[in-house]
């Protein structure tokens, strides 16, 4: 079981900065990758930037040069730092942690609960 709590989203204007956290606890030596995801309005769930033990990161093309994920491993968190927002940004971010279930086995995925970021002038 891992627990993960989000903190740092809100109202922003077209252009500004935010910066999400994500801090996880409980089982946290089997993570093997956290991410950020999003979901717009009547939109469905999407990735937005992911980052494995290895070093891999992936980010969507809408968010590319724009936002950067980067991980504290020590202290099991993940942030987002999101510039330049713009209408489209507009989402519920939810945090996820890939968690590692041996050779046999699937990885299993664990989530948020969300952070509302708005995006308005």
């Known amino acids: 079981q891992v627990r993960l709590v989000e903190s740092g989203g809100g109202l922003v204007r077209p252009g500004g900065s935010l910066t999400l956290s994500c801090e996880a606890s409980g089982n946290t030596d089997r993570i093997v990758a956290m991410a950020w995801y999003r979901q717009g309005p009547g939109e469905e769930r999407e990735l937005v930037a992911r980052?494995?033990?290895?070093?891999?990161?992936t980010y969507a093309d809408s968010v590319e040069d724009r936002f950067t994920i980067s991980r504290e491993t020590s202290k099991n968190t993940v942030a987002l730092q999101m510039n330049h927002l713009k209408f489209e940004d507009t989402a519920v971010y939810y945090c996820?942690?890939?968690?590692?279930?041996?050779?046999?086995?699937?990885?299993?995925?664990?989530w948020g609960r969300g952070t509302q970021v708005t995006v308005a002038s």
């Open positions: 980052k494995h033990n290895s070093g891999r990161t």
């Open positions: 996820n942690a890939e968690l590692w279930n041996g050779p046999l086995s699937e990885n299993s995925d664990y």
